[in-house]
């Protein structure tokens, strides 16, 4: 089964992210996977239609990748100059736009 290949991934990050510093601890672990689980259960009684589901991952995805991933690779390393501010808070508005237009679409 793929699923416990994506979720290994996932609750790792979701470890991580919740506790950076702590040792692992099997309560925390076994509620993750729970929470996890459930989630995905939900997601899949909610939605019926898995094309909708995809749907909407890949357009936030792509939108996400395109306009708003550049700019904040800029902004990382540091691009100076009015034409790239420019550009960037160009790009963010577009970005946000289309994601405001997927959201109100769905």
């Not at 991934?9 to 470890?15: D, I, K, N, S, V």
């Not at 309560?27 to 909407?56: C, D, H, K, P, Q």
């Not at 395109?66 to 100076?80: D, G, N, S």
Request: charged share 5%; aromatic share 12%.
């Amino acid at each position: 089964s793929v699923f416990p290949l994506n979720v290994f991934p996932l609750r790792a990050l979701l470890e991580q992210c919740v506790a950076p510093d702590a040792d692992h601890h099997q309560g925390r672990f076994v509620f993750i996977t729970f929470m996890l689980v459930a989630m995905s259960y939900t997601i899949s009684i909610v939605f019926g239609n898995i094309e909708l589901v995809i749907s909407i991952t890949g357009a936030t995805a792509c939108t996400f990748a395109a306009y708003l991933l550049p700019i904040v690779y800029a902004v990382r390393l540091q691009i100076a100059g009015p034409a790239a501010n420019f550009l960037s808070v160009v790009s963010v508005i577009i970005g946000l736009l289309s994601l405001y237009q997927i959201a109100m679409s769905v």
